[in-house]
Nanobody, 123 residues
């Protein structure tokens, strides 16, 4: 069991920046790969970014590459998503998700999910 709680969502103008945080429970935090997945209304869940348990490897969706950065601080049991140069098409609910050991770009492969936080980017 892993509990995940996102924070940092809100409304921002196009071109602006936000940083999301996800606080996790558990003393085995470093055993889990963490991902950020988003879902816009009426759309399928979309992989955004993931980071390995050690923080040594990352992967990004093409749509956010060069704009978003995922990071983690295992001492704080926290994962972050720095979002720069935001676009209206980034508007979605963003979820923090976890799975053991290995990153995955398929949202359904993640086993533990936070409650989500709304990001709205205005034009």
């Amino acid at each position: 069991q892993v509990n995940l709680v996102e924070s940092g969502g809100g409304l921002v103008q196009a071109g602006g920046s936000l940083r999301l945080s996800c606080a996790a429970s558990g003393r085995t935090f470093s055993s889990y790969a963490l991902g950020w997945i988003r879902q816009a209304p009426g759309k399928e869940r979309e992989f955004v970014a993931a980071i390995s348990g050690s923080g040594g490897s990352t992967v990004y969706a093409d749509s956010v590459k060069g704009r978003f950065t995922i990071s983690r601080d295992n001492a704080k049991n926290t994962v972050y998503l720095q979002m720069n140069s935001l676009k209206p098409e980034d508007t979605a609910v963003y979820y923090c998700a976890a799975r053991l050991h290995t990153m995955n770009v398929v949202p359904t492969r993640y086993d533990y999910w936070g409650q989500g936080t709304q990001i709205t980017v205005s034009s």
